[in-house]
């Protein structure tokens, strides 16, 4: 993708679907390509599809941590139809990707349809073209698809404030390697929303189909609340879907990491204006009330020493609920900076090394950490009714 602020319309489809139905489901998801020319429009037959859904955590369809199953489904039942070759796959935050895909419930629909399951097992190389990053590291399953199609979930995101279709494409990094990309961009969110940009870009979904039927609110990715959102989205350019997904759920670009990166450095299809929007309108499903994730970061004006010493109260930390711990030691082994070891049987977290990237809430399999704002945040929160 080239950066250009004089980008022609990109077309981003919507479509309401209020409940994982399987009939409902393929009628919807039928609709929602209709307007993009349908599924043939990006798939020839014999070409070999990698479906990457959103497999964070193996949690059962109902917690909204992953794609719904039934979605899943039905792109890979369109799909065949065309006469696709489709593998699914994905590298979750944590768990072999066996156990992940079967407790959400995708390994059974992986089985039932024929497609094959691709582990992410192998990482290779990659140079990017241009770009800040000289190399990144991504499965092989990815690089050996004619054609990549993103299924992510619509979910608030502790560091990046929403996880949509630019975010989901991490998942194309394997295993351990994603906490060391996690320790490169340290607390710096802007550095880590460019990173995930350009890996995107350079992955270039040909299709992104979106299940914001049920989404997560509050502490998401995964410890947030399911929320009723009503829509299917679709588009072949990530970027576009996310810019309707941020005003879908009412949330602000400069809300979203990814999104107001894009702005920063001059994206195309970051404002809605540059959008053809098809289908359901916009107006129709937009959703009240969203509750995005707790701030975890406001920028007070203030540089270096001062904002060191302030850095406790004004980013918002992970904290342990000592009655839910069940001390696996799960984010231990998986925190970037190694800030976090049990002792005396108790977690306990160095907030000097912290670098805020909450990956432990996000792959902690009991819910136990969750997140607490410093007082300036609270503060901040309090004066811009946010609490
Ligand atoms: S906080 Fe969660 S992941 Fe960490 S040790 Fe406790 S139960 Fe395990
Ligand atoms: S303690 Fe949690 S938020 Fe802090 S660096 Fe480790 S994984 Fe990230």
């Known amino acids: 993708m080239s950066s250009t602020a004089c980008a022609a319309a990109e077309r981003v489809s919507l479509q309401s679907l209020t409940s994982y139905q399987p009939t409902a489901v393929k009628a919807a998801l039928e609709q929602l390509l209709e307007p993009l020319g349908g599924i043939r429009q990006f798939v020839k037959p014999g070409r070999k599809v990698l479906l990457k859904p959103n497999l964070l955590a193996g949690k059962p369809p109902e917690k909204a941590v992953t794609t719904h199953p039934e979605i899943v489904r039905a792109v890979i039942e369109l799909l065949q139809a065309a006469g696709g070759i489709v593998s699914v796959g994905d590298s979750p935050g944590i768990g072999s990707p066996e156990n992940v895909a079967r407790k959400s419930g995708i390994l059974d629909v992986i089985e039932a349809t024929g497609a094959h399951f691709a582990r992410f097992e192998t990482s290779v190389k990659i140079r990017p073209r ?54 490169q961009a340290g607390t710096d969110k802007s550095f880590f929303a460019l990173m995930l940009l350009e890996l995107c870009e350079q992955l270039a979904p040909t299709l992104n189909i979106v299940d914001a039927v049920i989404g997560m609110e509050g502490e998401g990715p995964g410890s947030g609340t399911p929320v009723q959102l009503g829509t299917l989205l679709a588009g072949s350019n990530a970027q576009a879907v996310d810019t309707v997904a ?5 949330m602000q670009p400069h809300q979203v990491w ?15 204006a540059q959008l053809e929007l098809l289908g359901t309108s916009l107006e129709e499903l937009r959703v009240d009330n969203f509750r995005p994730a707790k701030t975890t970061d406001v920028n007070f004006g203030l540089k270096g020493p001062l904002k060191n010493y302030l850095r406790h109260s004004i980013t918002a930390r992970p904290v342990v609920d000592p009655n839910l711990c069940r001390l696996c030691n799960d984010c231990v082994t998986h925190c970037p ?18 670098i805020r990237c909450f990956c432990c809430q996000e792959l902690c399999p009991h819910g136990a950490l969750f997140t607490r704002q410093g007082l300036l945040l609270k503060l901040h929160s309090f004066l811009h009714g946010k609490l």
Do not use: S, W
């Open 246 to 250: 941020t005003e879908l759920v009412g």
């Open 337 to 354: 900076p190694e800030a976090m070891k049990i002792e005396n049987q108790r977690l306990q977290i160095d907030y000097d090394r912290c």
């Open 130 to 183: 241009g770009g800040t990053f000289q190399e990144l590291e991504i499965a092989q399953d990815i690089l050996d698809a004619d054609i990549i199609i993103n299924l992510p979930k619509l979910k608030t995101h502790q560091m990046m404030g929403l996880t949509c279709a630019v975010k989901n494409m991490f998942g194309a990094v394997v295993g351990l390697r994603k906490p060391r990309l996690h320790l």
């Open 258 to 272: 990814t999104q107001r990166k894009a702005l920063d450095t001059d994206r195309p299809y970051t404002r809605i």
